[in-house]
Protein backbone atom coordinates (compact mmCIF):
# COMPACT_ATOMS: atom_id res chain seq x y z
CA UNK A 1 0.00 0.00 0.00
CA UNK A 2 3.14 2.05 0.28
CA UNK A 3 1.68 3.44 3.63
CA UNK A 4 5.29 4.82 4.33
CA UNK A 5 5.20 7.67 1.25
CA UNK A 6 1.34 8.79 2.34
CA UNK A 7 2.02 9.10 6.02
CA UNK A 8 4.75 12.21 5.47
CA UNK A 9 5.05 14.24 8.65
CA UNK A 10 1.03 14.03 10.14
CA UNK A 11 1.49 10.56 11.07
CA UNK A 12 -2.10 9.45 9.94
CA UNK A 13 -3.11 8.17 6.81
CA UNK A 14 -6.58 7.17 5.03
CA UNK A 15 -7.27 3.93 3.73
CA UNK A 16 -10.55 2.44 2.70
CA UNK A 17 -11.80 -0.07 4.74
CA UNK A 18 -11.96 -2.55 2.11
CA UNK A 19 -8.52 -2.36 1.33
CA UNK A 20 -7.33 -2.20 4.90
CA UNK A 21 -9.33 -5.26 5.32
CA UNK A 22 -8.36 -7.40 2.93
CA UNK A 23 -4.83 -6.75 3.22
CA UNK A 24 -5.06 -8.05 7.22
CA UNK A 25 -6.53 -10.69 5.85
CA UNK A 26 -4.28 -11.95 2.91
CA UNK A 27 -1.30 -11.55 5.14
CA UNK A 28 -2.14 -14.15 8.22
CA UNK A 29 -4.59 -16.40 6.27
CA UNK A 30 -4.15 -19.23 8.67
CA UNK A 31 -4.25 -22.86 6.58
CA UNK A 32 -5.68 -25.51 8.45
CA UNK A 33 -3.80 -28.49 8.75
CA UNK A 34 -5.47 -31.41 7.18
CA UNK A 35 -3.81 -33.61 4.82
CA UNK A 36 -5.31 -36.32 2.96
CA UNK A 37 -3.05 -38.25 0.64
CA UNK A 38 0.46 -37.41 -1.30
CA UNK A 39 -0.67 -34.09 -2.08
CA UNK A 40 0.27 -33.19 2.02
CA UNK A 41 3.47 -34.18 2.00
CA UNK A 42 4.24 -31.86 -0.46
CA UNK A 43 1.96 -29.09 1.31
CA UNK A 44 4.69 -30.39 4.15
CA UNK A 45 7.66 -29.69 1.80
CA UNK A 46 6.06 -26.25 0.98
CA UNK A 47 5.99 -25.75 4.76
CA UNK A 48 9.80 -26.66 5.37
CA UNK A 49 12.66 -24.81 5.06
CA UNK A 50 13.38 -24.92 1.72
CA UNK A 51 9.94 -23.31 0.40
CA UNK A 52 8.95 -21.64 3.62
CA UNK A 53 5.40 -20.40 3.31
CA UNK A 54 5.94 -18.48 6.00
CA UNK A 55 7.24 -15.70 3.85
CA UNK A 56 3.51 -15.28 2.64
CA UNK A 57 1.92 -15.09 6.52
CA UNK A 58 1.13 -18.64 5.50
CA UNK A 59 3.68 -20.66 8.10
CA UNK A 60 0.87 -21.25 11.43
CA UNK A 61 -1.22 -24.42 10.04
CA UNK A 62 -3.74 -24.29 12.86
CA UNK A 63 -5.08 -28.26 13.32
CA UNK A 64 -8.52 -27.26 14.81
CA UNK A 65 -11.06 -25.86 12.06
CA UNK A 66 -12.34 -23.26 14.38
CA UNK A 67 -9.12 -21.31 14.65
CA UNK A 68 -8.42 -21.47 10.49
CA UNK A 69 -8.98 -19.32 7.37
CA UNK A 70 -8.46 -21.50 4.90
CA UNK A 71 -8.74 -25.10 4.10
CA UNK A 72 -6.44 -26.78 1.32
CA UNK A 73 -7.62 -30.09 0.39
CA UNK A 74 -4.85 -31.97 -0.29
CA UNK A 75 -5.32 -35.02 -1.70
CA UNK A 76 -7.92 -37.52 -2.63
CA UNK A 77 -11.18 -37.52 -1.38
CA UNK A 78 -12.84 -40.48 -0.25
CA UNK A 79 -16.66 -41.13 -0.37
CA UNK A 80 -16.90 -42.16 3.39
CA UNK A 81 -14.72 -38.81 4.07
CA UNK A 82 -16.80 -36.70 2.10
CA UNK A 83 -19.14 -35.82 4.74
CA UNK A 84 -16.35 -35.24 7.19
CA UNK A 85 -14.70 -33.01 5.21
CA UNK A 86 -18.07 -30.80 4.68
CA UNK A 87 -18.30 -30.84 8.25
CA UNK A 88 -14.76 -29.46 8.61
CA UNK A 89 -15.64 -26.81 6.48
CA UNK A 90 -18.83 -26.03 7.93
CA UNK A 91 -16.65 -25.78 11.72
CA UNK A 92 -14.46 -22.85 10.15
CA UNK A 93 -15.41 -19.34 11.15
CA UNK A 94 -16.09 -17.30 7.98
CA UNK A 95 -14.44 -15.38 5.86
CA UNK A 96 -13.20 -18.72 4.81
CA UNK A 97 -11.16 -19.84 1.60
CA UNK A 98 -10.69 -23.39 -0.14
CA UNK A 99 -8.06 -23.92 -1.91
CA UNK A 100 -8.72 -27.76 -3.62
CA UNK A 101 -4.99 -28.86 -4.03
CA UNK A 102 -3.82 -31.36 -6.79
CA UNK A 103 -6.05 -33.22 -9.72
CA UNK A 104 -7.46 -35.10 -7.15
CA UNK A 105 -9.37 -32.65 -5.01
CA UNK A 106 -9.44 -30.66 -8.56
CA UNK A 107 -11.17 -33.43 -10.57
CA UNK A 108 -11.04 -36.70 -9.05
CA UNK A 109 -7.46 -37.19 -11.07
CA UNK A 110 -6.40 -40.54 -12.07
CA UNK A 111 -9.14 -42.25 -10.26
CA UNK A 112 -12.57 -42.24 -11.97
CA UNK A 113 -14.04 -44.64 -9.86
CA UNK A 114 -16.89 -45.40 -7.14
CA UNK A 115 -15.02 -44.47 -4.34
CA UNK A 116 -13.39 -41.09 -5.30
CA UNK A 117 -15.38 -37.80 -5.21
CA UNK A 118 -14.53 -36.31 -8.36
CA UNK A 119 -13.53 -33.19 -7.58
CA UNK A 120 -13.85 -31.73 -4.31
CA UNK A 121 -16.05 -29.08 -5.27
CA UNK A 122 -18.67 -31.34 -5.28
CA UNK A 123 -18.86 -30.81 -1.66
CA UNK A 124 -17.46 -27.50 -0.79
CA UNK A 125 -17.35 -24.58 -2.80
CA UNK A 126 -13.56 -23.87 -4.08
CA UNK A 127 -11.63 -20.62 -4.62
CA UNK A 128 -8.09 -21.75 -6.09
CA UNK A 129 -7.46 -24.91 -8.03
CA UNK A 130 -3.92 -26.07 -7.66
CA UNK A 131 -3.32 -28.73 -10.54
CA UNK A 132 -0.36 -31.16 -10.23
CA UNK A 133 0.04 -35.14 -8.99
CA UNK A 134 1.15 -33.78 -6.91
CA UNK A 135 1.61 -30.25 -7.50
CA UNK A 136 5.39 -28.69 -6.90
CA UNK A 137 5.26 -26.84 -3.41
CA UNK A 138 5.78 -24.06 -5.71
CA UNK A 139 2.73 -24.72 -6.98
CA UNK A 140 1.09 -24.57 -4.07
CA UNK A 141 2.73 -21.36 -3.47
CA UNK A 142 1.26 -19.85 -6.41
CA UNK A 143 -2.25 -21.61 -5.77
CA UNK A 144 -1.58 -19.34 -2.22
CA UNK A 145 -0.81 -16.03 -4.03
CA UNK A 146 -3.62 -16.17 -6.28
CA UNK A 147 -5.60 -16.62 -3.47
CA UNK A 148 -4.27 -13.92 -1.86
CA UNK A 149 -4.75 -11.55 -5.02
CA UNK A 150 -8.42 -12.65 -5.38
CA UNK A 151 -9.05 -11.56 -1.09
CA UNK A 152 -7.14 -8.20 -1.99
CA UNK A 153 -10.42 -7.74 -4.68
CA UNK A 154 -13.18 -8.68 -2.38
CA UNK A 155 -15.68 -5.82 -2.19
CA UNK A 156 -17.04 -4.54 1.07
CA UNK A 157 -21.01 -4.92 -0.39
CA UNK A 158 -20.23 -8.68 -0.85
CA UNK A 159 -19.21 -9.21 2.75
CA UNK A 160 -22.16 -9.58 4.06
CA UNK B 1 -23.85 -36.54 -0.89
CA UNK B 2 -23.85 -40.69 0.10
CA UNK B 3 -26.49 -41.70 2.13
CA UNK B 4 -25.42 -41.99 5.73
CA UNK B 5 -26.85 -44.87 7.31
CA UNK B 6 -28.05 -44.90 11.26
CA UNK B 7 -25.97 -47.77 13.05
CA UNK B 8 -27.93 -49.65 15.93
CA UNK B 9 -26.79 -50.02 19.24
CA UNK B 10 -26.35 -53.64 18.60
CA UNK B 11 -24.38 -53.54 16.23
CA UNK B 12 -21.40 -51.29 18.02
CA UNK B 13 -21.91 -52.31 21.55
CA UNK B 14 -19.52 -54.84 21.34
CA UNK B 15 -16.65 -52.43 20.91
CA UNK B 16 -16.36 -50.74 24.47
CA UNK B 17 -16.77 -52.33 27.96
CA UNK B 18 -19.41 -52.49 30.28
CA UNK B 19 -17.38 -49.80 32.56
CA UNK B 20 -18.18 -47.00 29.61
CA UNK B 21 -22.06 -47.64 29.53
CA UNK B 22 -21.81 -47.03 33.18
CA UNK B 23 -20.01 -44.10 33.19
CA UNK B 24 -16.20 -44.60 34.36
CA UNK B 25 -14.74 -44.72 31.39
CA UNK B 26 -14.60 -41.87 29.03
CA UNK B 27 -15.49 -42.31 25.02
CA UNK B 28 -13.53 -39.80 22.84
CA UNK B 29 -12.99 -39.66 19.13
CA UNK B 30 -9.63 -38.63 17.44
CA UNK B 31 -9.55 -37.82 14.00
CA UNK B 32 -9.84 -38.31 11.12
CA UNK B 33 -8.57 -34.93 10.89
CA UNK B 34 -5.87 -34.84 14.04
CA UNK B 35 -2.41 -33.63 13.45
CA UNK B 36 -0.79 -36.86 15.26
CA UNK B 37 -2.36 -39.52 13.50
CA UNK B 38 -0.62 -39.17 9.81
CA UNK B 39 -3.34 -38.91 7.70
CA UNK B 40 -7.14 -40.13 7.74
CA UNK B 41 -6.64 -42.50 10.92
CA UNK B 42 -9.75 -42.46 13.24
CA UNK B 43 -9.36 -44.04 16.68
CA UNK B 44 -12.55 -44.70 18.85
CA UNK B 45 -10.88 -44.28 22.07
CA UNK B 46 -11.70 -45.27 25.49
CA UNK B 47 -10.16 -43.31 28.45
CA UNK B 48 -9.74 -43.98 32.19
CA UNK B 49 -8.15 -40.48 33.24
CA UNK B 50 -5.60 -40.29 30.81
CA UNK B 51 -5.11 -44.14 30.55
CA UNK B 52 -5.81 -45.57 27.05
CA UNK B 53 -8.39 -48.72 27.62
CA UNK B 54 -8.67 -49.69 25.00
CA UNK B 55 -7.94 -48.52 20.77
CA UNK B 56 -10.15 -49.10 17.91
CA UNK B 57 -8.51 -47.93 14.46
CA UNK B 58 -11.39 -47.18 12.09
CA UNK B 59 -9.67 -47.27 8.56
CA UNK B 60 -11.66 -47.00 5.18
CA UNK B 61 -11.45 -42.68 4.97
CA UNK B 62 -8.61 -42.99 2.36
CA UNK B 63 -10.27 -45.85 0.19
CA UNK B 64 -9.68 -45.04 -3.59
CA UNK B 65 -10.55 -48.05 -5.30
CA UNK B 66 -7.22 -48.59 -6.87
CA UNK B 67 -6.80 -52.51 -6.69
CA UNK B 68 -10.12 -52.41 -8.87
CA UNK B 69 -9.28 -49.38 -11.17
CA UNK B 70 -6.22 -51.78 -12.12
CA UNK B 71 -8.51 -54.29 -13.61
CA UNK B 72 -9.64 -52.14 -16.34
CA UNK B 73 -5.98 -50.58 -17.23
CA UNK B 74 -3.54 -52.86 -19.61
CA UNK B 75 -0.61 -54.04 -17.25
CA UNK B 76 1.99 -50.57 -18.67
CA UNK B 77 -0.86 -48.31 -17.68
CA UNK B 78 -2.11 -49.99 -14.26
CA UNK B 79 1.46 -49.24 -12.62
CA UNK B 80 0.74 -45.35 -12.70
CA UNK B 81 -1.95 -46.81 -9.80
CA UNK B 82 0.83 -47.92 -7.69
CA UNK B 83 2.41 -44.81 -7.12
CA UNK B 84 -0.65 -43.05 -5.32
CA UNK B 85 -0.83 -46.33 -3.12
CA UNK B 86 1.70 -45.94 -0.23
CA UNK B 87 2.87 -41.87 -1.46
CA UNK B 88 6.16 -42.27 0.87
CA UNK B 89 7.50 -44.86 -1.27
CA UNK B 90 6.13 -44.58 -4.50
CA UNK B 91 9.27 -46.02 -6.40
CA UNK B 92 9.44 -48.97 -3.99
CA UNK B 93 5.35 -50.07 -5.12
CA UNK B 94 6.69 -49.56 -8.75
CA UNK B 95 9.04 -51.81 -8.14
CA UNK B 96 6.95 -54.71 -6.25
CA UNK B 97 4.40 -54.35 -9.07
CA UNK B 98 7.50 -54.46 -12.42
CA UNK B 99 8.62 -57.39 -10.19
CA UNK B 100 5.05 -59.08 -10.60
CA UNK B 101 4.62 -58.40 -14.13
CA UNK B 102 7.85 -59.72 -14.84
CA UNK B 103 7.73 -63.22 -12.95
CA UNK B 104 4.21 -63.09 -14.26
CA UNK B 105 5.81 -63.22 -18.20
CA UNK B 106 8.79 -64.04 -17.93
CA UNK B 107 10.93 -61.20 -18.83
CA UNK B 108 14.32 -60.35 -18.49
CA UNK B 109 15.93 -57.06 -16.89
CA UNK B 110 19.13 -56.17 -17.66
CA UNK B 111 22.05 -55.18 -14.99
CA UNK B 112 22.23 -51.72 -15.77
CA UNK B 113 18.55 -51.65 -14.85
CA UNK B 114 18.61 -53.39 -11.56
CA UNK B 115 21.40 -51.68 -10.43
CA UNK B 116 19.50 -47.99 -10.85
CA UNK B 117 16.69 -49.72 -9.36
CA UNK B 118 17.96 -50.56 -5.87
CA UNK B 119 20.29 -47.06 -6.25
CA UNK B 120 16.73 -45.14 -6.40
CA UNK B 121 14.58 -47.98 -3.85
CA UNK B 122 17.37 -47.43 -1.28
CA UNK B 123 16.97 -43.58 -2.17
CA UNK B 124 13.40 -43.86 -1.60
CA UNK B 125 13.75 -45.74 1.68
CA UNK B 126 15.98 -43.13 3.24
CA UNK B 127 13.13 -40.10 1.89
CA UNK B 128 10.51 -42.05 3.34
CA UNK B 129 12.82 -42.42 6.75
CA UNK B 130 12.78 -38.95 6.80
CA UNK B 131 9.65 -38.01 6.50
CA UNK B 132 8.62 -40.66 9.56
CA UNK B 133 11.89 -39.07 11.64
CA UNK B 134 10.37 -35.47 11.17
CA UNK B 135 6.92 -35.96 11.50
CA UNK B 136 7.40 -38.51 14.69
CA UNK B 137 9.42 -36.05 16.30
CA UNK B 138 7.31 -33.36 15.60
CA UNK B 139 4.63 -36.01 17.07
CA UNK B 140 6.49 -35.70 20.42
CA UNK B 141 7.54 -32.11 20.20
CA UNK B 142 10.75 -31.95 18.73
CA UNK B 143 9.96 -29.23 16.30
CA UNK B 144 13.13 -28.87 14.50
CA UNK B 145 14.25 -32.40 13.17
CA UNK B 146 11.17 -31.54 10.89
CA UNK B 147 12.76 -28.89 8.82
CA UNK B 148 16.06 -30.75 8.82
CA UNK B 149 14.86 -33.86 7.42
CA UNK B 150 12.72 -32.32 4.51
CA UNK B 151 15.72 -30.66 3.37
CA UNK B 152 17.59 -33.58 2.72
CA UNK B 153 14.43 -34.60 1.27
CA UNK B 154 14.44 -32.37 -0.90
CA UNK B 155 17.88 -33.46 -2.34
CA UNK B 156 16.59 -36.65 -2.67
CA UNK B 157 13.76 -35.26 -4.64
CA UNK B 158 15.48 -33.45 -6.85
CA UNK B 159 17.29 -36.98 -7.70
CA UNK B 160 13.81 -38.40 -8.89
CA UNK B 161 13.08 -35.13 -11.09
CA UNK B 162 16.55 -35.67 -12.65
CA UNK B 163 15.95 -39.13 -14.08
CA UNK B 164 12.40 -38.80 -13.97
CA UNK B 165 10.65 -35.65 -14.09
CA UNK B 166 8.42 -35.70 -11.70
CA UNK B 167 9.81 -35.38 -8.03
CA UNK B 168 7.22 -37.89 -5.83
CA UNK B 169 4.95 -39.83 -8.83
CA UNK B 170 7.56 -41.12 -11.26
CA UNK B 171 6.45 -44.15 -12.59
CA UNK B 172 10.21 -44.85 -13.58
CA UNK B 173 10.73 -48.45 -13.39
CA UNK B 174 8.71 -50.04 -16.25
CA UNK B 175 8.41 -53.88 -16.90
CA UNK B 176 11.52 -55.07 -18.41
CA UNK B 177 13.61 -52.06 -17.13
CA UNK B 178 13.14 -48.60 -16.83
CA UNK B 179 11.72 -46.06 -18.92
CA UNK B 180 14.59 -44.39 -19.82
CA UNK B 181 18.56 -44.55 -18.88
CA UNK B 182 19.34 -42.10 -16.20
CA UNK B 183 21.31 -38.97 -17.63
CA UNK B 184 24.55 -37.82 -17.17
CA UNK B 185 24.59 -35.36 -13.81
CA UNK B 186 23.08 -38.55 -12.00
CA UNK B 187 25.69 -40.67 -10.72
CA UNK B 188 27.25 -37.04 -9.55
CA UNK B 189 24.07 -36.41 -8.00
CA UNK B 190 23.94 -39.62 -6.27
CA UNK B 191 27.53 -39.02 -5.15
CA UNK B 192 26.99 -35.61 -3.54
CA UNK B 193 23.78 -37.05 -2.04
CA UNK B 194 26.09 -40.21 -0.50
CA UNK B 195 28.92 -37.50 0.70
CA UNK B 196 26.47 -35.28 3.12
CA UNK B 197 23.73 -37.49 4.05
CA UNK B 198 26.42 -39.75 6.62
CA UNK B 199 26.94 -35.85 8.34
CA UNK B 200 23.37 -35.33 8.37
CA UNK B 201 22.16 -38.66 9.56
CA UNK B 202 24.65 -37.06 12.87
CA UNK B 203 23.02 -33.99 13.18
CA UNK B 204 19.30 -36.23 13.49
CA UNK B 205 21.38 -38.41 16.27
CA UNK B 206 23.09 -35.37 18.21
CA UNK B 207 18.99 -33.84 18.25
CA UNK B 208 17.40 -36.79 19.40
CA UNK B 209 19.50 -40.11 20.19
CA UNK B 210 20.48 -38.51 23.74
CA UNK B 211 17.89 -35.94 24.14
CA UNK B 212 16.31 -36.82 27.82
CA UNK B 213 12.92 -34.74 26.28
CA UNK B 214 12.90 -37.64 23.54
CA UNK B 215 14.00 -40.71 25.84
CA UNK B 216 11.62 -39.83 28.51
CA UNK B 217 8.86 -39.93 25.30
CA UNK B 218 9.97 -42.86 23.92
CA UNK B 219 11.82 -44.95 26.30
CA UNK B 220 9.79 -48.35 27.27
CA UNK B 221 6.75 -46.93 25.44
CA UNK B 222 4.35 -49.35 23.46
CA UNK B 223 6.67 -52.37 23.73
CA UNK B 224 5.72 -55.58 22.14
CA UNK B 225 7.87 -59.06 22.21
CA UNK B 226 9.18 -60.89 19.38
CA UNK B 227 6.79 -63.49 19.47
CA UNK B 228 3.65 -61.18 20.05
CA UNK B 229 5.05 -59.01 16.90
CA UNK B 230 5.26 -62.55 15.12
CA UNK B 231 2.14 -63.73 15.90
CA UNK B 232 0.86 -60.29 14.81
CA UNK B 233 1.92 -60.36 11.73
CA UNK B 234 4.36 -57.15 11.96
CA UNK B 235 7.03 -56.67 9.21
CA UNK B 236 9.52 -54.04 8.73
CA UNK B 237 11.67 -51.75 11.52
CA UNK B 238 8.79 -53.04 13.78
CA UNK B 239 9.60 -56.18 14.05
CA UNK B 240 13.30 -55.74 13.90
CA UNK B 241 13.05 -53.38 16.92
CA UNK B 242 11.50 -56.66 18.74
CA UNK B 243 14.53 -58.33 17.64
CA UNK B 244 13.42 -60.91 14.71
CA UNK B 245 16.31 -60.52 12.22
CA UNK B 246 14.12 -60.95 9.20
CA UNK B 247 14.42 -58.20 5.89
CA UNK B 248 13.60 -59.65 2.39
CA UNK B 249 16.61 -58.11 1.01
CA UNK B 250 18.18 -60.35 2.58
CA UNK B 251 16.17 -63.84 3.17
CA UNK B 252 13.91 -63.55 -0.85
CA UNK B 253 16.51 -61.65 -2.73
CA UNK B 254 14.84 -59.68 -5.41
CA UNK B 255 16.57 -57.47 -7.86
CA UNK B 256 19.97 -58.27 -7.27
CA UNK B 257 20.17 -57.60 -3.61
CA UNK B 258 22.26 -60.68 -3.03
CA UNK B 259 25.49 -58.67 -4.63
CA UNK B 260 25.02 -56.42 -2.08
CA UNK B 261 26.94 -56.00 1.45
CA UNK B 262 24.50 -54.87 4.51
CA UNK B 263 23.77 -55.51 7.72
CA UNK B 264 20.31 -55.98 9.22
CA UNK B 265 19.81 -53.45 12.40
CA UNK B 266 18.34 -55.38 15.20
CA UNK B 267 17.09 -54.02 18.68
CA UNK B 268 15.61 -56.36 20.98
CA UNK B 269 13.31 -53.66 23.14
CA UNK B 270 11.00 -53.39 20.83
CA UNK B 271 9.84 -50.17 22.34
CA UNK B 272 9.11 -46.79 20.10
CA UNK B 273 12.76 -45.62 20.93
CA UNK B 274 14.13 -49.51 19.34
CA UNK B 275 11.82 -48.29 16.59
CA UNK B 276 13.84 -45.14 16.83
CA UNK B 277 17.13 -46.51 16.02
CA UNK B 278 16.59 -49.55 14.05
CA UNK B 279 15.52 -46.71 11.24
CA UNK B 280 18.29 -44.52 12.02
CA UNK B 281 20.59 -47.66 11.46
CA UNK B 282 18.50 -48.31 8.46
CA UNK B 283 19.09 -45.35 6.73
CA UNK B 284 23.27 -45.73 7.18
CA UNK B 285 22.71 -49.46 5.71
CA UNK B 286 20.65 -47.71 2.54
CA UNK B 287 23.52 -45.46 1.93
CA UNK B 288 26.17 -48.13 2.25
CA UNK B 289 24.03 -50.44 -0.67
CA UNK B 290 23.79 -47.17 -2.89
CA UNK B 291 27.41 -47.05 -2.82
CA UNK B 292 28.31 -50.11 -3.31
CA UNK B 293 25.55 -50.36 -6.00
CA UNK B 294 27.02 -47.04 -7.76
CA UNK B 295 30.67 -48.08 -7.85
CA UNK B 296 29.75 -51.39 -9.72
CA UNK B 297 26.89 -49.38 -11.61
CA UNK B 298 27.36 -51.94 -15.36
CA UNK B 299 27.09 -50.07 -18.49
CA UNK B 300 24.67 -51.36 -21.22
CA UNK B 301 20.95 -51.21 -21.58
CA UNK B 302 18.70 -50.43 -19.56
CA UNK B 303 15.25 -52.14 -20.94
CA UNK B 304 14.96 -55.76 -22.38
CA UNK B 305 14.92 -56.61 -25.91
CA UNK B 306 12.17 -58.57 -25.68
CA UNK B 307 10.01 -56.64 -27.98
CA UNK B 308 6.82 -58.32 -26.68
CA UNK B 309 6.44 -56.75 -24.22
CA UNK B 310 8.89 -53.67 -23.95
CA UNK B 311 8.44 -50.88 -26.41
CA UNK B 312 11.04 -50.48 -29.04
CA UNK B 313 13.28 -47.32 -29.02
CA UNK B 314 11.74 -44.04 -30.99
CA UNK B 315 14.92 -44.32 -33.38
CA UNK B 316 13.76 -47.79 -34.62
CA UNK B 317 10.12 -46.95 -35.22
CA UNK B 318 11.41 -44.76 -38.55
CA UNK B 319 12.85 -47.88 -40.02
CA UNK B 320 11.74 -50.60 -39.09
CA UNK B 321 8.57 -51.99 -39.69
CA UNK B 322 8.63 -54.30 -37.31
CA UNK B 323 9.19 -52.21 -34.90
CA UNK B 324 6.27 -50.04 -35.37
CA UNK B 325 3.80 -52.87 -35.07
CA UNK B 326 5.33 -53.60 -32.13
CA UNK B 327 4.71 -49.91 -30.91
CA UNK B 328 1.41 -49.78 -32.04
CA UNK B 329 0.51 -53.25 -30.53
CA UNK B 330 2.03 -52.34 -27.43
CA UNK B 331 0.03 -48.81 -26.72
CA UNK B 332 -3.37 -49.71 -28.00
CA UNK B 333 -4.06 -53.68 -26.93
CA UNK B 334 -1.37 -54.45 -24.52
CA UNK B 335 0.42 -57.71 -23.96
CA UNK B 336 -1.50 -60.51 -23.01
CA UNK B 337 0.09 -62.28 -20.07
CA UNK B 338 -0.05 -65.73 -19.67
CA UNK B 339 -2.92 -67.45 -17.12
CA UNK B 340 -1.57 -67.96 -13.50
CA UNK B 341 -1.49 -66.31 -10.81
CA UNK B 342 1.98 -64.73 -9.18
CA UNK B 343 3.33 -63.36 -5.38
CA UNK B 344 6.18 -60.96 -4.96
CA UNK B 345 7.23 -59.43 -1.91
CA UNK B 346 9.81 -56.91 -1.26
CA UNK B 347 10.97 -54.71 2.09
CA UNK B 348 9.41 -51.71 1.94
CA UNK B 349 10.21 -48.92 4.26
CA UNK B 350 7.33 -49.67 6.27
CA UNK B 351 7.78 -53.91 5.63
CA UNK B 352 6.54 -56.27 3.79
CA UNK B 353 4.80 -55.55 0.26
CA UNK B 354 3.30 -57.79 -1.69
CA UNK B 355 1.48 -57.73 -4.79
CA UNK B 356 -0.77 -60.43 -6.19
CA UNK B 357 -1.22 -60.82 -9.40
CA UNK B 358 -3.76 -62.91 -11.19
CA UNK B 359 -4.21 -63.37 -15.05
CA UNK B 360 -7.44 -64.68 -17.35
CA UNK B 361 -4.96 -64.32 -19.53
CA UNK B 362 -5.70 -60.84 -21.44
CA UNK B 363 -3.95 -57.78 -21.53
CA UNK B 364 -5.70 -56.72 -18.33
CA UNK B 365 -5.14 -57.97 -14.53
CA UNK B 366 -8.25 -60.33 -13.40
CA UNK B 367 -7.15 -59.54 -10.00
CA UNK B 368 -4.70 -57.84 -8.40
CA UNK B 369 -3.94 -57.42 -4.28
CA UNK B 370 -1.56 -55.45 -2.70
CA UNK B 371 -0.18 -56.83 0.71
CA UNK B 372 0.22 -53.68 2.44
CA UNK B 373 2.87 -53.70 5.04
CA UNK B 374 1.23 -50.87 7.23
CA UNK B 375 -2.13 -52.53 6.90
CA UNK B 376 -0.72 -55.41 9.00
CA UNK B 377 1.65 -53.17 11.38
CA UNK B 378 -1.78 -51.18 12.35
CA UNK B 379 -3.67 -53.68 13.72
CA UNK B 380 -1.51 -53.86 16.56
CA UNK B 381 -2.08 -50.49 17.82
CA UNK B 382 -4.58 -51.86 20.04
CA UNK B 383 -2.16 -53.91 22.00
CA UNK B 384 0.32 -51.43 21.95
CA UNK B 385 -1.08 -48.73 22.90
CA UNK B 386 -3.68 -50.57 25.86
CA UNK B 387 -2.39 -48.77 29.30
CA UNK B 388 -0.46 -45.82 28.16
CA UNK B 389 -1.29 -42.38 27.86
CA UNK B 390 -3.32 -40.73 25.36
CA UNK B 391 0.40 -38.51 24.90
CA UNK B 392 2.25 -42.00 24.57
CA UNK B 393 -0.46 -43.36 22.14
CA UNK B 394 0.37 -40.24 19.68
CA UNK B 395 4.29 -41.10 19.70
CA UNK B 396 3.01 -44.97 19.42
CA UNK B 397 1.33 -44.24 16.08
CA UNK B 398 4.25 -42.61 14.64
CA UNK B 399 6.83 -45.21 15.14
CA UNK B 400 5.07 -47.83 13.79
CA UNK B 401 5.13 -45.74 11.10
CA UNK B 402 2.05 -46.09 9.10
CA UNK B 403 0.53 -44.89 5.77
CA UNK B 404 -3.14 -44.07 5.23
CA UNK B 405 -2.88 -44.37 1.48
CA UNK B 406 -1.10 -47.85 2.46
CA UNK B 407 -3.79 -49.72 4.14
CA UNK B 408 -6.68 -48.11 2.62
CA UNK B 409 -5.59 -48.14 -0.78
Redesign the interface.
Known sequence: MGVEQKLGEMGVVTARLEDVVNWGRTNAMWPM??????C???M??AQ???YDMSRFGMELMR?S?RQSDLMIVA??V???????L?R?YEQMPDPKWVIAMGDCASSGG???????VQGVDE?VPVDVYVSG??P?PEALIHGVVTLHEKVRKEKIKDWA | MTDIKEVSYEEIRHLVSDRALEGETMLLNMGPQHPSTHGVLRLLLELDGEKVVNCIPDVGFLHTGIEKNMESKTYQKAEVMTDRMDYMNPLGNNLTYVLAVEKLVGLDVPERAQAIRVILAELQRISSHLVWLGTSALDVAAMSVFLYCFREREQILNIFELVSGQRMMTTYFRPGGLWRDVPSGFEQAVREFLEVMPHRIDEYEALLTKNPLFLDRTLGIGSISAEDALNWGLTGATLRASGVSYDLRRFAPYSGYEQYDFEIPLRTEGDVYARYIVRILEMRQSLRIIEQALRKLPAGPVRSSNRKFVPPPRSEIGTSMEALIHHFKLWTEGFSAPQGSVYVATESPRGELGCFLESDGGPKPYRVHFRTPSFDNLQVLPKLSKGFLVADLVAIIGSVDIVLGDIDR
Request: proline share 11%; with cysteine; aromatic share 8%.
Open positions: LFGLACAIEMSAANPPGRSRKMAPVRLVFNNYAVICPR
